[in-house]
């Protein structure tokens, strides 16, 4: 997508990243801090959100600040327990980006084993869900909030060997299509990155060239434009970071 934004898009606004760590979420973290907003980091790894939030003070942002949640063994309480830390913190969200996730195995339905599939639905629905159920009144204070879940081309088209994976995000799609039917002060929306130059990439496809695949920064253009005031009342749709981009390996 090509989009120029303002450098000031996101001043003022409140933004949590799940997944903020590395990958397509660490890229979002940085660049909603170089856009202006105030970021909050949610991950497991607090060594590793420690790094993303120096790299955002070394840009001369505003300071991020760090939450920690294990989403693989998180409770619902150990999800309010984080959304009362950032209720302490900030007075609203204006922006919620969940892009935690788990890839599980690819394999057969027949040989998705039970740990692996509990374990994505774990990480995938469950903390997603709670986590947002936890969120929720933050979100609501805001003027315009945006609640953004990331997707995939399997969460709308099964394909074999996707199992869990595939399921999850058509969770997720649903998640969001309930959501967006529900509140019309809050816009809710996903993104499918497509394939992207990440370790849940290498791990899926591991033969496969990394170099002709898009990188996280690329995406970003889609990832501000959702978050910040030019995608007007947008709620209830799916958009591909990388439209027209067919679905499987880079040859
Ligand atoms: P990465 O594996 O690079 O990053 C995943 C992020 O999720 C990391 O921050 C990771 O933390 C975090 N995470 C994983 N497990 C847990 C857990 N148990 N608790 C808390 N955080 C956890 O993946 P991508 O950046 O590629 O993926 C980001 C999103 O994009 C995912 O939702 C994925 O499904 C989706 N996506 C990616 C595509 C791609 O081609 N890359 C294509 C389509 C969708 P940690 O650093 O600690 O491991």
């Not at 607090?46 to 942002?61: F, H, M, P, S």
């Not at 939450?67 to 309010?80: I, K, N, P, R």
């Not at 204006?94 to 639905?121: F, K, S």
């Not at 695949?213 to 995406?219: G, H, V, Y």
Request: include cysteine.
């Amino acid at each position: 997508m090509y989009y120029q934004p303002q450098t000031n898009l996101l001043q003022n606004r409140i933004i949590l990243v799940t997944g903020a760590s590395d990958g397509i979420g660490r890229e979002a973290a940085l660049t909603y801090a170089r856009y202006g907003a105030q970021v909050l980091l949610l991950g497991r790894s607090e060594e590793k959100l420690r790094q993303v939030a120096n790299d955002i003070t070394r840009l001369g942002a505003i300071p991020a600040s760090l939450f920690l949640l294990d989403y693989a063994s998180a409770t619902v309480e150990d999800c309010q327990r984080v959304a009362r830390e950032i209720a302490a913190q900030v007075p609203r969200l204006d922006g919620l980006l969940h892009n935690a996730g788990v890839l599980g195995e690819i394999a057969p339905m027949m040989e998705q084993t039970p740990e692996c599939w509990r374990e994505v639905m774990q990480v995938n629905v469950n903390t997603t869900f709670f986590l947002t159920q936890a969120l929720l009144p933050l979100l609501l204070k805001a003027e315009a909030g945006s609640l953004v879940f990331t997707t995939s081309s399997v969460g709308r088209q099964g394909r074999a060997q996707w199992g869990a994976y595939a399921v999850s995000k058509f969770a997720t799609e649903g998640m969001m299509q309930v959501l967006a039917d529900e509140y019309k002060s809050l816009r809710v929306n996903c993104i499918n990155p497509g394939g992207t130059r990440t370790k849940m990439r290498a791990s899926a496809f591991p033969t496969e060239d990394a170099d002709k695949l898009k990188t996280p920064a690329d995406l970003m253009p889609l990832y501000l434009w959702l978050m910040g005031d030019d995608s007007g009342r947008k709620t209830g749709m799916s958009f591909d970071a990388q439209p027209g981009r067919k679905p499987g390996i880079a040859e």
